[in-house]
Structures are given as C-alpha cells and as structure tokens.
T-cell receptor, first 114, second 113 residues
Framework: AQSVSQHNHHVILSEAASLELGCNYSYGGTVNLFWYVQYPGQHLQLLLKYFSGDPLVKGIKGFEAEFIKSKFSFNLRKPSVQWSDTAEYFCAVTPLEYGNKLVFGAGTILRVKS | DTGVSQDPRHKITKRGQNVTFRCDPISEHNRLYWYRQTLGQGPEFLTYFQNEAQLEKSRLLSDRFSAERPKGSFSTLEIQRTEQGDSAMYLC???????????FGEGSRLTVL
C-alpha cells in the first residue's frame, strides 16, 4: 500500500543534541512534501514544505529538511534542540496524481530533556 | 484570531446517538478538509470540498458519515448511529486552491460510550 513511514515513534533527546527524524514515502510520481508539528495542547502547524527547487528546505525555529528523490525520503533535522521543541512531528505528502489531499505518517513524539 | 475554528471541542455521547461537528475555515480559503486522528496515528483523510462541491471521499467515510458545505463557507460533519470505534479527534483544515498547504483547526474530540 502506498504510504508515508516515519521511522521512530518516540525520540528522547537532551537539550543541545542534534535531531534527525526520518520520513519515507512510497508514491512514485511528483509529490509535495511537508513537516507539521503539534505542540502539547495546540493544533497542527506547518513547520516547512517542499514543492520544487533546492532540495534542502529551511523552516521555522531552525528546522530544515532534505528531499532525496532517489531514496523517497524527506528527513527533518535540527542541529541543536531546545526543551521547547518537545512536540509531535508529522511528515506528510501530497501525491499530486492522487489529488490535493495530504497523506500523513504516524508521527514521532519528541521529548527534549532540560 | 482568524484561523480555522471547530465546534464543539469535546463531545461525549452514547452509542447510537447522532453527533454533528462544525468547522469554520479561514475566510479566503476555498478548500476545506476533514481528517480523523486516533491515538498513535497520524491524521487520516476523510473528505474534502472545493467551495460547496464535495470532490473526494475516503473509503473510511462509511454511509453513517455525511459532510456538507452548503454555501462554500462553513462545513458540518455528521455521524449517525455512533459506534465506539468512531471515538477520535476530528480535524478540519482549509487551504487556498493548489497551494497544498493546509491550515488546521484544534479539532473536535469525540468520545462514544
């Protein structure tokens, strides 16, 4: 089945550690790619997006993601996490041949220890 | 705040009852989406509208579920004869056409006893 896979469901890091969250998708055509974040008690918010162009995308709060087409991957990175980055992170894909709906991964819960 | 708003935020109901959720999108957005999220899962697509037209429905949307967007503005999602398996967070999102960027509301949490 076509899907979006996030490699880790729970990640625990200490402040200042580096973060990389994996995301792979299985759609073969053109895709738009997103990372959304949900802070405790808040709604889903867009962190960053990739439509075309430079495969290294920079988002808010120091996050970035790299689109590697050959690996069907869109991993999220941050060089140094903060306690305030504690949240759930969702990778999402819009496979354009299937219309404009977002298909989400299962999410990764990140806890940053202060 | 001119974001997406949903009402009610929480609904507890007994099995077999009908429930209705309302979503008010961002005013200039012509696309409106409904998603469902259960614990430990990402949001799952249910249906979406472009203006008042319902363009796509997921197979997840059984015949007990109906969504409307009568004037191309707010939308309602009704669940008839609720079952315990319907317990979930129901998320609404809106977007401008062709941007692919969805703006989400805070969700309506349904608990079916």
């Amino acid at each position: 089945a076509q899907s979006v896979s996030q490699h880790n469901h729970h990640v625990i890091l200490s402040e200042a550690a580096s973060l990389e969250l994996g995301c792979n998708y299985s759609y073969g055509g053109t895709v738009n790619l997103f990372w959304y974040v949900q802070y405790p008690g808040q709604h889903l918010q867009l962190l960053l997006k990739y439509f075309s162009g430079d495969p290294l995308v920079k988002g808010i709060k120091g996050f970035e993601a790299e689109f590697i087409k050959s690996k069907f991957s869109f991993n999220l990175r941050k060089p140094s996490v903060q306690w305030s980055d504690t949240a759930e992170y969702f990778c999402a894909v819009t496979p354009l041949e299937y219309g404009n709906k977002l298909v989400f991964g299962a999410g990764t819960i990140l806890r940053v220890k202060s | 705040d001119t974001g997406v708003s949903q009402d009610p935020r929480h609904k507890i109901t007994k099995r077999g009852q009908n429930v209705t959720f309302r979503c008010d999108p961002i005013s200039e957005h012509n696309r409106l989406y409904w998603y469902r999220q259960t614990l430990g899962q990402g949001p799952e697509f249910l249906t979406y509208f472009q203006n008042e037209a319902q363009l796509e429905k997921s197979r997840l949307l059984s015949d007990r579920f109906s969504a409307e967007r009568p004037k191309g503005s707010f939308s309602t999602l009704e669940i008839q004869r609720t079952e315990q398996g319907d317990s979930a967070m129901y998320l609404c999102a809106s977007s401008r056409e062709n941007t692919g960027e969805l703006f989400f509301g805070e969700g309506s949490r349904l608990t079916v006893l």
